[in-house]
Structures are given as C-alpha cells and as structure tokens.
C-alpha cells in the first residue's frame, strides 16, 4: 500500500544534543510537510518542499532544519533540542496544490520526541 | 482570535448516540473543510472534505458547512467506541495553506 512511513517512532534525545527525524512516501507527492503537534494542540506547520523547493514557515524557529535528498525522503533536523521541543512531529505529503481540487495532506504515524 | 476554533471537549457518549462536533472561523479565505480523525498516538486521517455550504454525507458520516455563519460540524450517527479519538477540523485557504483546529476528543463508552 502507498503510504508515509516515519522513523523512529519514538525518539529521546538529551537536551541540546542534535536529532533527526525521517520520513519516506510512496505516494510519489511533490509536497512534503513538516508539523509539530503538542499535545492538545493543533499541527502547526513547520516547513514544507515543494519538490526541491523549501519553503519556511515565518515563525519557525532557526533550530530546526530540514533536508529533502530525493522525491520519496524528507528529513527533519533539530540542532540543540530544547525542553519545549518535546512533542509529536508529523509528516504528511500531497499533491501539488491546484485551484482544481483540495490540498489533501496524507500524514504519517508521527515520531514521539522527548527531551530529557 | 484564533483563525479556528474547536473546543477540545472532551466528549463523553454512550455507543449508539448522535455526535455533533464544531469548528468556527473567521477568515473568509476558507474554501475547503475538512475533517480528520486521529487515533492516540497515530497521524490524523481524513475523514471527509467538503468544498460548498450544504451537506455531504458519508455512511455514518455527516459533514455540514455554514459559509454564512462560519460554521462547520461532523456529525456521527450510530457511534462506536472505534470511533474514539480525537476530530480535527482543517480549513484551506489563500496559497493552499491548511490551518487545523485544535482537535475535539471523543469518547464512546460501551
């Protein structure tokens, strides 16, 4: 089945020690998203590629980085994880968005990161 | 004032009952609605979109979407503890960005 696989599932890392968090799709999209979910809270979009194009969220904060090597990987990078960067990050992948149809967004399971 | 808001219940109903969960907004920009369902400790998944005011239905499914009053619900008949988790609301607007509602979690009890 096509699909989002991200890996690991659970991460822990120690504060300020650099983490990389992945994600794969066989779904052949163009567009690759990063968000970060807290708990209770709603997906707040990081970054996302539009194929190799990355584009930035304004309030993203410098820490965290991001990598797309091909169409089918995309990597998350958090260089000195602080306390409040623990939280469930989700990758989700779609189409290119047209005036034709919607911006279906197909997420992954999500990588729990805790920092202790 | 946030872009969207859903109340985050949580929401208690016995199996078998009628579930009605809301979002408002208030950017105009909105064109598409959608609804995604997320397990604890998984990705959401879409439920239902919806494009117009009106109603569309979807086996249990009901979403229904109030341009004028900016005002969207997901009803669910019929409930089913499988059905416990939590709703997400998601607007699409201006350059295709999603804004998600913070999630109303719902529990259906045996």
């Known amino acids: 089945d096509a699909m989002v696989i991200q890996n690991p599932r659970y991460q822990v890392t120690q504060f300020g020690k650099p983490v990389t968090l992945s994600c794969s799709q066989t779904?052949?999209?163009?567009?690759m998203y990063w968000y970060q979910q807290k708990s209770s809270q709603a997906p707040k979009l990081l970054f996302h590629y539009y194929d190799k194009d990355f584009n930035n969220e304004a309030d993203t904060p410098d820490n965290f980085q991001s990598r797309r090597p091909n169409t089918s990987f995309c990597f998350l990078d958090i260089r000195s994880p602080g306390l409040g960067d623990a939280a469930m990050y989700l990758c989700a992948t779609s189409r290119v968005p047209t005036s034709a149809h919607y911006n279906e967004q197909f997420f992954g399971p999500g990588t729990r990161l805790t920092v202790l | 004032q946030k872009e969207v808001e859903q109340d985050p219940g949580p929401l208690s109903v016995p199996e078998g009952a009628i579930v009605s969960l809301n979002c408002t907004y208030s950017?105009?920009?909105?064109?598409?609605f959608m609804w995604y369902r997320q397990y604890s400790r998984k990705g959401p998944e879409l439920l239902m979109y919806t494009y117009s005011s009106g109603n569309k239905e979807d086996g249990r499914f009901t979403a229904q979407v109030d341009k004028s009053s900016k005002y969207i619900s997901l009803f669910i008949r019929d409930s089913q503890p499988s059905d416990s988790a939590t709703y997400l609301c998601?607007?699409?607007?201006?350059?295709?960005?999603?804004?998600f509602g913070t999630g109303t979690k719902l529990q259906v009890i045996p």
């Open positions: 950017n105009s920009a909105f064109q598409y």
């Open positions: 779904l052949n999209h163009n567009v």
């Open positions: 998601a607007m699409v607007g201006g350059y295709q960005k999603v804004t």
